[in-house]
């Protein structure tokens, strides 16, 4: 079964910092391009983040660019999305994504598979 478990939202300032982790199981994770997707109240969902597990190659959104930086462990099966300088805007539910795919070219917009989403919420 495929599983991705997203864990480290939460409440915080503007200008502060949050790490968000995507746990990966039941698929080969090398063989897909890991992201991030964010959706806030009214608003379509939006690809902020990928990479590709295996070529490393990187995805940012404009919106993000500079201030949000996506890793990944594979040894663990896991992605990162380090998110400083946070922003009012940048509150949303966010969502990590799978893409079967060994480059990074579309990971932004297409996903074959969901997680549930945490909950990311940034007060002014």
């Known amino acids: 079964e495929v599983q991705l478990v997203e864990s480290g939202g939460g409440l915080v300032q503007a200008g502060g910092s949050l790490r968000l982790s995507c746990a990966a199981s039941g698929f080969a994770f090398d063989d897909y391009a890991i992201g991030w997707f964010r959706q806030a109240p009214g608003k379509e969902r939006e690809g902020v983040s990928c990479m590709s597990s295996s070529a490393g190659v990187k995805k940012y959104a404009d919106s993000v660019r500079g201030r949000f930086t996506i890793s990944s462990d594979n040894a663990k099966n896991t992605v990162y999305l380090q998110m400083d300088s946070l922003k009012p805007e940048d509150t949303a539910a966010y969502y990590c994504?799978?893409?079967?795919?060994?480059?990074?070219?579309?990971?932004?917009?297409?996903?074959?598979?969901w997680g549930r989403g945490t909950q990311v919420t940034v007060s002014s």
């Open positions: 994504a799978a893409l079967y795919t060994s480059s990074a070219d579309y990971c932004l917009h297409e996903v074959d598979y």
